[in-house]
């Protein structure tokens, strides 16, 4: 069965912090996908990764950095969080041809105070 | 670019009833699929349509793919409320490494 975890559901930092989100999949899937989701605004792509080291700006990267060490695991930067970063954060892994079919994380409900 | 439109964005209806979401895309899109979202919670997989003529059918929910049309529907047959959720679609294609566009989200409400 396809599983994708984040690090955590819900976090609360204060602005300035440097926040990490992590997401991790077990399906040894070759690219992962960070959006930020808000109301109104639907699904966001942030930055995605087509394997390990290698990543591509999506269409709000501003604000954010990514890292893949590993092939399962990719992470979510905020380098110094502020208050309109408070959002869902949801990681995706994405299966191979023919489906590319995305497999979402349960997603971490992020309050930047 | 890839634009991907649904509707409506907001449907109540009866349970029992029947009902059928639309997504129009405006490019080629070698793949369409469809997501539903539970509140606070994350998206989950329903349908991935490969093809012109996909249909896929999962109990009270059905999908369908033309290609030529450019538009993919969401049927629901006979309606429950444990149906009420977020449906999202989102067309893919190309060698864009399985990025998608997503549509804005159908917010479907049954009622009794």
């Known amino acids: 069965d396809v599983k994708v975890t984040q690090s955590s559901r819900y976090l609360v930092k204060r602005t300035g912090e440097k926040v990490f989100l992590e997401c991790v999949q077990d399906m040894d899937h070759e690219n992962m996908f960070w959006y930020r989701q808000d109301p109104g605004l639907g699904l966001r792509l942030i930055y995605f990764?087509?394997?390990?080291?290698?990543?591509e700006k999506g269409d709000i990267p501003e604000g954010y950095s990514v890292s893949r060490e590993k092939k399962e695991r990719f992470s979510l930067i905020l380098e110094s969080a502020s208050t309109n970063q408070t959002s869902m954060y949801l990681c995706?892994?994405?299966?191979?041809?023919?489906?590319?079919?995305?497999?979402f994380g349960p997603g971490t409900r992020l309050t930047v105070t | 670019e890839l634009k991907v439109e649904q509707n409506p964005l907001f449907l109540s209806m009866q349970e029992g009833k029947n009902y059928t979401i639309y997504c129009n895309y405006s490019t080629t899109s070698d793949r369409l699929y469809w997501y539903r979202q539970d509140p606070g919670k994350s998206l989950e997989s329903l349908f991935v349509?490969?093809?012109?003529?996909a249909v896929k059918q999962e109990g009270r929910l059905m999908a369908s793919l033309d290609t030529k049309a450019r538009l993919s529907t969401l049927h629901i047959t006979a309606a429950v409320h444990d149906l009420s959720a977020t449906y999202f679609c989102?067309?893919?294609?190309?060698?864009?490494?399985?990025?998608?566009?997503f549509g804005q989200g159908t917010i479907l409400t049954v009622h009794p």
């Open positions: 349509l490969l093809s012109n003529g």
């Open positions: 989102a067309g893919g294609g190309g060698t864009s490494y399985g990025k998608l566009t």
């Open positions: 995706a892994s994405v299966a191979g041809p023919p489906t590319y079919e995305q497999y």
């Open positions: 990764s087509y394997d390990v080291k290698m990543k």
